[in-house]
């Protein structure tokens, strides 16, 4: 009970400070700089945090994307489809090229550091490591989690640069406020909420991907396409969640188990800035095939994830279901192409690529 009391002032101290110097995103930034911090700091308190609050957060931004969702928009997303096929793979093979550099500078197996830097799969990819013999499990961790903070910190920051134009009037940030409020969730949030959880629950036990962000964000879409009035989030809702979500990433990242910590540090922010650089890149490609803001482009190539880049698209009002079908389609890509084409080389090619590591790791220096 200490410990969680101790993560949750931590969070609480980091968003309310980011609140009131005007971060954007103050109560997803704050909370996971401050515990990522104050954690190593304050080293006799054993921090916690609850899975089920991780959980609760993923049900409120997948309820808030899915009522984003509507006929014409998926529509023209149907038109979009092989611009999204050709973005992912491009976006891939970036990542791709990027673990060969990673590797090459690191002397690191080819296999672990591209398991580290698929992005938008962290979950899938830690299984995969975990199931496959000789990979680095720490390595994984460290730049699969070290990419994602630095994505969270940094994404807000250019797309409310000019470059991108990401500029919030105030008129429509207060037209949200008064919109959206407590007394306005009720009776309707009730049907929404126990769907939500239901759906989630059913996720869970079909092993979905993403079963608390995908399965409330799919059946919110489908009663909100339908014709079910669903009532549009208070933002404190919406700034508890993001808390919640900050505080567990900052948790996440334990750099002190890294050994060659300066070195691997160094690589991963390298690799995270090319990795932006590359969806920017894509972002305007993306926008001069479509007509898309580049806020929005930016935000759907961005190798985050659609529970961050929502809440940044709605901060900056991009196109949040351009967003989140993007980022949606790249998550399914993952899954249901790019794991299983890796699960399968490693069978076909695991005693070559073994002989090879070893004979890498033989000849790696002792002293990085």
């Known amino acids: 009970m200490i410990g969680f009391l101790f993560t949750l002032l931590l969070a609480l101290a980091g968003g309310a400070l980011f609140s009131a110097v005007q971060m954007p995103v103050a109560w997803l930034l704050g909370p996971m700089v401050f515990v990522f911090v104050g954690t190593r700091f304050f080293r006799r308190v054993k921090p916690e945090w609850p899975k089920a609050l991780r959980y609760f957060a993923m049900i409120v931004i997948g309820y808030s994307l899915g009522l984003s969702f509507t006929k014409p928009i998926l529509a023209e997303m149907g038109r979009q489809l092989p611009t999204m096929l050709l973005m992912s793979v491009l976006l891939m093979l970036l990542c791709a090229v990027i673990a060969w550099m990673t590797s090459r500078l690191s002397g690191l197996p080819y296999r672990t550091t591209l398991m580290g830097s698929i992005p938008g799969g962290l979950s899938q990819m830690i299984l995969l490591a975990q199931e496959t013999r000789g990979i680095d499990m720490t390595v994984v961790v460290f730049l699969q989690v070290s990419r994602l903070m630095m994505i969270i910190f940094c994404v807000p920051l250019l797309v409310f640069s000019p470059l991108f134009?990401?500029?919030?009037?105030?008129?429509?940030?207060?037209?949200?406020?008064?919109?959206?409020?407590?007394?306005?969730?009720?009776?309707?949030?009730?049907?929404?909420?126990?769907?939500?959880?239901?759906?989630?629950?059913?996720?869970?036990?079909?092993?979905?991907?993403?079963?608390?962000?995908?399965?409330?964000?799919?059946?919110?879409?489908?009663?909100?396409?339908?014709?079910?009035?669903?009532?549009?989030?208070?933002?404190?809702?919406?700034?508890?969640?993001?808390?919640?979500?900050?505080?567990?990433?900052?948790?996440?990242?334990?750099?002190?188990?890294?050994?060659?910590?300066?070195?691997?540090?160094?690589?991963?922010?390298?690799?995270?800035?090319?990795?932006?650089?590359?969806?920017?890149?894509?972002?305007?490609?993306?926008?001069?095939?479509?007509?898309?803001?580049?806020?929005?482009?930016?935000?759907?190539?961005?190798?985050?994830?659609?529970?961050?880049?929502?809440?940044?698209?709605?901060?900056?009002?991009?196109?949040?279901?351009?967003?989140?079908?993007?980022?949606?389609?790249?998550?399914?890509?993952?899954?249901?192409?790019?794991?299983?084409?890796?699960?399968?080389?490693?069978?076909?090619?695991?005693?070559?690529?073994?002989?090879?590591?070893?004979?890498?790791?033989?000849?790696?220096?002792?002293?990085?």
């Open 165 to 368: 134009g990401g500029v919030r009037h105030e008129i429509d940030a207060a037209a949200d406020a008064v919109s959206a409020t407590w007394g306005g969730l009720f009776p309707d949030i009730v049907l929404y909420a126990a769907a939500c959880v239901g759906i989630s629950l059913l996720a869970v036990k079909i092993k979905f991907p993403s079963p608390y962000l995908l399965g409330p964000m799919i059946i919110t879409a489908a009663l909100h396409l339908s014709g079910v009035p669903g009532p549009v989030l208070p933002n404190g809702l919406l700034d508890v969640a993001q808390v919640l979500i900050g505080t567990y990433v900052g948790l996440l990242l334990q750099p002190e188990k890294l050994e060659h910590k300066l070195k691997f540090a160094v690589l991963a922010l390298l690799s995270g800035v090319l990795l932006l650089g590359g969806a920017a890149g894509l972002s305007f490609l993306l926008a001069e095939l479509h007509p898309i803001s580049h806020a929005t482009a930016f935000l759907s190539m961005a190798p985050g994830g659609m529970d961050q880049m929502g809440f940044i698209g709605k901060e900056v009002h991009a196109d949040i279901a351009t967003v989140t079908l993007y980022q949606l389609f790249r998550t399914w890509f993952i899954f249901f192409a790019v794991i299983p084409i890796m699960r399968f080389s490693y069978r076909r090619l695991g005693e070559s690529w073994r002989a090879r590591e070893e004979a890498q790791r033989e000849a790696r220096p002792t002293s990085l």
